[in-house]
Structures are given as structure tokens and as C-alpha cells.
């Protein structure tokens, strides 16, 4: 069975910062690429990072030079380093495991983060 569990979510304040885990089980992680979401009230899912089996990363335009994603392979785990967060930080962050040649995708549960002014 395939599991993706979110992790670190919480409330931030302005400028502040979380790191966001998402550990996977049941798949044989190293071969898959690893992308965060994030759905912030009444809007659309939208993309946030991405890094792919080789450790080659890319990023929204809105998060770019303050977000970093990595993965260690070792504990089956991804990554979202997140600084100097915004008012626009405010959503559900979603971690989603999936093959670049789109044949299979996992989901993790999703995990909320809140700005506070």
C-alpha cells in the first residue's frame, strides 16, 4: 500500500519560515520525482516545486529563491524548505509522488499551513 504522509505544517508568522516533510512508503521512492502543491482557500491547486529522481529542481515564479525543495532518498522522504513566507503562504500543501512518463501518481493527505499576521 502506498502512502505519502505530509508533515510540519502549522502557523507562521510574516517573514518566518517552516520546512515541510512528506514520507513515502510503499513505493521504491528513489525512482520517483517528487512535486509539492499547495491549495490556499477557494482557489485551485496550483504547483509549487519539483524535484526529479536525479535531484534536478524546479519552482513556481512566486517561490522562487525562497523555497527549496530536496529529498533524501535514505529515509524516503521529500522536502519543502519554506522562508521569508508571505500572507499568500496561507494553504493546504500537498506532496504527490509520480513517474515523469505520468503513468503512475500518489497523493499524500495534505498538510495546512496558516499565516498569522
Known amino acids: 500500500q502506498v502512502q505519502l504522509v505530509e508533515s510540519g505544517g502549522g502557523l507562521v508568522q510574516p517573514g518566518g519560515s517552516l520546512r515541510l516533510s512528506c514520507a513515502a512508503s510503499g513505493i521504491t521512492f528513489n525512482n520517483y520525482a517528487m512535486t509539492w502543491y499547495r491549495q490556499p482557500p477557494g482557489t485551485e491547486r496550483e504547483l509549487v516545486a519539483t524535484?526529479?529522481?536525479?535531484?534536478?529542481?524546479s519552482y513556481a515564479d512566486s517561490v522562487k529563491g525562497r523555497f527549496t525543495i530536496y529529498r533524501d532518498n535514505a529515509k524516503n522522504t521529500a522536502y519543502l524548505q519554506m522562508n521569508s513566507l508571505k500572507p499568500e503562504a496561507t494553504a493546504v500543501y500537498y506532496c504527490?509522488?509520480?513517474?515523469?512518463?505520468?503513468?503512475?501518481?500518489?497523493w499524500g493527505q495534505g498538510t495546512q499551513v496558516t499565516f498569522s499576521s
Open positions: 524535484i526529479t529522481r536525479t535531484g534536478d529542481t
Open positions: 504527490k509522488a509520480h513517474l515523469l512518463s505520468g503513468s503512475r501518481a500518489y
